[in-house]
Every structure is written in C-alpha cells, then in structure tokens.
C-alpha cells in the first residue's frame, strides 16, 4: 500500500505550519504597489479590446473583399460598354421613360 495516506497528510501540515515561527519581518507593501497593481488592471481590460478588433479586422476585411468581388460579378456586363455614338443612342434613357418622354 501507500505509505502516504492523504488522510495523515493533511493534520501532519496543519500541526507543522502551528509550531512555524511567526516571522518578524516588515510585511507592508513596497511603496508604488498599489499603483502599479491599478495599472495593470486598467491595462489588461484595454488589452482585451484591442484583442476584439484584432481578432474581427481580418474576417471583416475577407467579407469586404467578397462583397467588392460579388459587385464585381454582379455588374460585369456594365463594364463592358465602349463609349461610341451608336451605343449611347440605342441605351434606354431611363429619365425619359419615366416621364414618358422618347
């Protein structure tokens, strides 16, 4: 068997850490302590807003790039037209259809 019982563990520490020596030594925080812990926590929660942004940018630009290609695709006809008078003449004016005019 075991000869490390958790059961027996446990008082054992317990009765050590009582007959432990009080320590002496000056526990007040070192000066500026308080400041640099205020510090760090206002940083942190910044931190997690920019890892926001940084983690949603790259997926925002990729959805940009597919609308700017679908556009593309969408409108790939308009594109093609050259600017002679012949093609600008048989266009249907849309102005004029919608006041009736010909």
């Given at each position: ?90 266009l249907d ?10």
């Open positions: 068997m075991n000869s490390h019982d958790s059961r027996q563990i446990w008082p054992r520490l317990t009765a050590l850490a009582r007959r432990a020596p009080a320590e002496t030594l000056d526990v007040s925080a070192p000066m500026g302590f308080a400041t640099r812990v205020a510090a760090l926590a206002f940083e942190e929660s910044e931190r997690r807003v920019a890892s926001l942004f940084e983690l949603l940018a790259p997926r925002a630009l990729w959805v940009a790039a597919a609308l700017v290609i679908a556009s593309v695709l969408v409108n790939y006809s308009s594109f093609g037209l050259t600017n002679s008078s012949e093609d600008i003449e048989t004016d849309p102005v004029a259809m919608l006041f009736g005019q010909s």
